[in-house]
Every structure is written in structure tokens, then in C-alpha cells.
């Protein structure tokens, strides 16, 4: 059974930082992996989904890698702004069922 | 990418009423979508899934009486939490796939208050 890990489980950083939130898996037989933020009390917001046969993902200030072998992926905030506090939360895909097995997130704090 | 919409995105119900969320897909036709629960400060848990025109498939622990899943058409699947009771109340949130698209895309969410 997959599961999946996010460490850390909280992460406070000062403005301007540079960060990294962790993502582990299980089992690496996965389709592919998908970032999101959420807001409190909101929905999701998909930030970078990684294929199984890709090693990382860009989107501005964001990137995503992916070692499926080892079972992890990062995600890397460049230059943190207090707009980036939310939850980070990483699933992973099995199939092509578009079924999500997901970690149980990171909450992030940028101070400002 | 393509758009979902859940509505309510609130709603208070009392004990023992039984309460409809809708979701919606806005631009594309969902062959199949999925109705997840997250507990405060947790991750989101798949309750079950759903393809238009058949039966919903529940995971394991999940009450199929208690929560009813229709998926009547390729544009809206509900969830009706049934005899709702206080420890049913939390975050649902659906999301949808279908033909062309690589992920599935999900809705804003549904706080549901058992009061």
C-alpha cells in the first residue's frame, strides 16, 4: 500500500529565504507526482505535477524534482514571500485512474 | 487548465438532517471523479470513487448508506452526507478527469457544520 510522507510537518521561515519541502513514497512503481497549495479553508491549487519519466518540473519561482528510485521528491521555494505561507501538500498518482494518494502536508510561514 | 465547481461552498445543517453537495465540471466532460474528506490540519482522504452512469466505488471505511454518491452525468457527480451528525462535519472536496487531460482537477470545497 503507497504511502506518503511530507516532512517538515511545519517550516518558518524569514522573507527572502530559500527553502525545501520533502516529499517521500513508498512505492515507486508511481504514474507520476503533483504539488499543490492550499489555503485555509480552501480548495486546491495544483503548482507542478512531475511524469513518472521526468526528473523536475520549473514554474517561476518554484521547482519540483522527482527520484523515483529512492522513493522522494522536493520542492523548491526560491526567494520566499509572505504570500507563499500556505500548506504544501504532494500526491502521488498509481494508474491512470486519476486517483490521488496524498501526504500530509506541510504548513508554511514566510514572516515577514 | 479545466474548471471544477463544488457548491455549497458552506453550509450549517442540525443533526439528522441530511445535507447534497454538487460538483461540477465546467468545461469538459469528467468520466470519473473523486470525493475526498480532510480533517482539520490533516491530509485529504479518498472516501470513494465515481464514474458516470455506475456505481460508486467506496474505500475501505467509508459508509456507502451514509454517504450517497450519484454520478448521473459527465458534467456532475453529489455527494449527500445522510443523517448528518456532528463528527461528519468537515472539509469535502471533489475533483474530476476525463479524456485529453493528464490530471484531474478539483473544486473549491465544502465546509460542512453538524450542529
Known amino acids: 500500500k503507497q504511502e506518503v510522507t511530507q516532512i517538515p510537518a511545519a517550516l518558518s521561515v524569514p522573507e527572502g529565504e530559500n527553502l525545501v519541502l520533502n516529499c517521500s513514497f513508498t512505492d515507486s512503481a508511481i504514474y507520476n507526482l503533483q504539488w499543490f497549495r492550499q489555503d485555509p479553508g480552501k480548495g486546491l491549487t495544483s503548482l507542478l505535477l512531475i511524469q513518472s519519466s521526468q526528473r523536475e518540473q520549473t514554474s517561476g519561482r518554484l521547482n519540483a524534482s522527482l527520484d523515483k528510485s529512492s522513493g522522494r521528491s522536493t520542492l523548491y521555494i526560491a526567494a520566499s514571500q509572505p504570500g507563499d505561507s500556505a500548506t504544501y501538500l504532494c500526491a502521488v498518482r498509481m494508474d491512470s485512474s486519476y486517483k490521488l494518494i496524498f501526504g500530509s502536508g506541510t504548513r508554511l510561514l514566510v514572516r515577514p | 487548465g479545466a474548471v471544477v465547481s463544488q457548491h455549497p461552498s458552506r453550509v450549517i445543517c442540525k443533526s439528522g438532517t441530511s445535507v447534497k453537495i454538487e460538483c461540477r465540471s465546467l468545461?469538459?466532460?469528467?468520466?470519473?471523479m473523486f470525493w475526498y474528506r480532510q480533517f482539520p490540519k490533516k491530509s485529504l482522504m479518498l472516501m470513494a470513487t465515481s464514474n458516470e452512469g455506475s456505481k460508486a466505488t467506496y474505500e475501505q471505511g467509508v459508509e456507502k448508506d451514509k454517504f450517497l454518491i450519484n454520478h448521473a452525468s459527465l458534467t456532475l457527480s453529489t455527494l449527500t452526507v445522510t443523517s448528518a451528525h456532528p463528527e461528519d462535519s468537515s472539509f469535502y472536496i471533489c475533483?474530476?478527469?476525463?479524456?485529453?487531460?493528464?490530471?484531474?482537477?478539483f473544486g473549491q470545497g465544502t465546509r460542512l457544520t453538524v450542529v
Open positions: 475533483s474530476a478527469g476525463g479524456p485529453g487531460y493528464t490530471e484531474a482537477f
Open positions: 468545461d469538459f466532460q469528467a468520466t470519473t
